[in-house]
């Protein structure tokens, strides 16, 4: 099937930093790619709808200049996490549609201290 | 999108046969039905999808009666490794992998020697 790479797998930062997570659709083409996010013991939240070529879009409640998308190419999503705060500790989840069926990466733990 | 129901928990033994049980009253027509599998700290996966009757795959059956209500994921002869959290979805499934994936809280099914 295919597959839906992220990088990092893991990061550690600073309060007050800022952190981009890569998402990537190693052997199709994605012209939509999904964000998630994940508290521990919780279900999978969609943040926002990435569009290549176009803004994305955010769901209620998730502010998009903290949370910043960019679909730049058929294969590449990013969110960058701006100025994160403990409270954006989570684990964030990418995926990429293709047809009928959409394929999931294996998701970042970021860590604000 | 329609909302889905299903048990928080499940407990089962090695070699029993598991059947998780989702509702979905509001099910549309043109709607079909994903279940996806998530393991600790990874994205979820495809297990299997169907619109109606039943669904056979290598590690999974899918029952859906006549109204489409509800759907019936069924694991035969569960490992330790089956324990995992299961999501019932319920969305087009023609550009499927193009539409948002709402999750519902999906159930926590475990598995004991």
């Known amino acids: 099937g295919a597959v839906v790479s992220q990088h990092p797998s893991r990061v550690i930062c600073k309060s007050g930093t800022s952190v981009k997570i890569e998402c990537r659709s190693l052997?199709?083409?994605?012209?939509?790619m999904f964000w998630y996010r994940q508290f521990p013991k919780k279900s999978l939240m969609l943040m926002a709808t990435s569009n290549e070529g176009s803004k994305a879009t955010y769901e209620q409640g998730v502010e998009k200049d903290k949370f910043l998308i960019n679909h730049a190419s058929l294969t590449l999503s990013t969110l960058t996490v701006t100025s994160a705060h403990p409270e954006d500790s989570s684990f964030y989840i990418c995926?990429?549609?293709?047809?009928?069926?959409?394929?999931f990466g294996p998701g970042t733990r970021l860590t604000v201290l | 999108l329609a909302k889905t129901t299903q048990p928080i928990s499940m407990d089962s033994y090695e070699g029993q046969e598991v059947n998780i049980t989702c509702s979905h009253n509001n099910i549309a027509t043109n709607d079909y039905i994903t279940w996806y599998q998530q393991f600790p700290s990874q994205g979820p996966r495809f297990i299997i999808q169907g619109y109606k009757t039943k669904v056979t795959n290598e590690v999974a059956s899918l029952f859906i009666p006549a109204d489409r209500k509800s759907s019936t994921l069924s694991l035969p002869r569960v490992s330790l490794s089956d324990t995992a959290v299961y999501y019932c979805?319920?969305?087009?499934?023609?550009?499927?992998?193009?539409?948002?994936?709402?999750f519902g809280a999906g159930t926590r099914l475990a598995v004991h020697p």
């Open positions: 052997d199709f083409q994605a012209t939509t």
């Open positions: 995926s990429a549609g293709l047809v009928n069926e959409q394929f």
């Open positions: 979805l319920v969305g087009a499934a023609i550009s499927g992998g193009y539409n948002k994936l709402i």
